[in-house]
């Protein structure tokens, strides 16, 4: 093979020069960091914003439902929809910091990324089922979590992960409050038990 010209060269060094510094910015704003990132519990108001009560509050808080702005925020979670499949669940950008930066790294800081289980997922712009009501889910407020093993109905929760190992209520834990969880009521309280249902709301 023969020299490549000069300008050829200085040009591929340029583009290698542009790359650096956007590779840079990519890696200080991961989607998600791991503890070797340095990654650390943000229990601020921002990171566990106050949590509303009643159907009025939520609304004050999140504003309409089944809007833009009710799923303008996304994470990425492990066995979204499959097993070891990773896919996007989406909810209310006011659930941001602590849905996605306490939550989704707790998880994977704890090395517990095979103990989600599909389904996940978060906006639904519907009623509560066989009810006439808006579901929470409509507001972007709520996160159903490994729901294919914990529905609606189901008095326990069941916490075997997309590997098969049991991992007890470390899902829920993480989801909950009061410290160390993050504040999500859980459904499994009702009276008729939801132990997928994790929502950011109280008395609603």
């Known amino acids: ?16 020069l542009c790359l650096v510094p956007l590779v840079l910015v990519v890696e200080a704003v991961p989607s998600h960091a791991t503890a ?21 509050e939520m609304v004050n808080t999140f504003g309409p439902r089944c809007t833009d702005r009710s799923n303008d ?10 097993p070891f499949t990773a896919g996007y669940v989406y909810f ?19 090395g517990k990324n095979a103990a989600p ?24 407020a709520a996160i159903d979590t490994n729901w294919q093993r914990n529905p609606l109905g189901q008095a326990f929760w069941n916490g ?5 190992k049991p991992y007890g209520t470390y899902l829920p834990d993480v989801w909950r409050g009061p410290f160390p969880g993050h504040n999500f009521f859980w459904g499994i309280n009702w009276s008729r038990p939801d132990p997928m249902h994790f929502q ?3 008395n609603y």
């Open 73 to 82: 925020a996304r994470t990425l979670w492990p066995s979204q929809s499959e």
């Open 200 to 202: 950011y709301v109280t």
């Open 117 to 140: 289980y599909p389904g996940i997922g978060g906006y639904n712009c519907r009623l509560i089922s066989g009810s006439t009501s808006w579901s929470v889910h409509s507001w972007g």
């Open 36 to 56: 070797d990132g340095g990654w650390v519990h943000d229990h601020s108001s921002d990171g566990i914003p106050r949590r509303p009560s009643g159907y009025s």
């Open 1 to 16: 093979m023969g020299r490549k010209p000069f300008r050829v060269l200085l040009h591929a060094a340029s583009v290698l």
């Open 160 to 164: 075997h992960g997309a590997d098969g």
């Open 92 to 110: 209310h950008p006011y659930l941001h910091r602590d849905a996605s930066w306490n939550i989704r790294n707790h998880v994977d800081a704890a």
